[in-house]
C-alpha cells in the first residue's frame, strides 16, 4: 500500500508561481514512476508530469517550458513547480503513481489562477 499526500495548492494571479508538493508513505519502495495529473471543472483528469525514479521526466505539450517535475527519493517526496501560470491551469492537481496494477492517488489539491 502506498500513501499519496499533496499540498502546496492555493490562489495565485496569471503569471505567478506555485510549488506542489507530494509525499509517499507506506511501501514507498515499490514506486517507479511518479505523475501529476489535473482534473478541471468539468473535464477529464489529464497528466500533467512524469518523473521515474531515476530522474527521467516526461511533461504534457501545454506546460513545457513553464512547469518543472522533480522528486527527492530520500524523502519519498514529488515536486512540480509551475511558472508563469495561465488561468487555463486551474484545476485540482493529483499526485499519482502505479505499482504492481494498482493504482494510488492523492486526494488533490486546487490550484486557481486569477486573470
Known amino acids: 500500500q502506498v500513501q499519496l499526500v499533496e499540498s502546496g495548492g492555493g490562489l495565485v494571479q496569471a503569471g505567478g508561481s506555485l510549488r506542489l508538493s507530494c509525499a509517499a508513505s507506506g511501501s514507498t519502495f515499490i514506486i517507479d514512476v511518479m505523475d501529476w495529473y489535473r482534473q478541471a471543472p468539468g473535464k477529464q483528469r489529464d497528466l500533467v508530469a512524469a518523473?521515474?525514479?531515476?530522474?527521467?521526466?516526461n511533461y504534457a505539450n501545454s506546460v513545457k517550458g513553464r512547469f518543472t517535475i522533480s522528486r527527492d527519493n530520500a524523502k519519498n517526496t514529488v515536486y512540480l513547480q509551475m511558472n508563469s501560470l495561465k488561468p487555463e491551469d486551474t484545476a485540482v492537481y493529483y499526485c499519482?503513481?502505479?505499482?504492481?496494477?494498482?493504482?494510488?492517488w492523492g486526494k488533490g489539491t486546487l490550484v486557481t489562477i486569477s486573470s
Open positions: 499519482h503513481t502505479r505499482a504492481f496494477g494498482v493504482n494510488y
Open positions: 518523473i521515474t525514479r531515476g530522474g527521467t521526466t
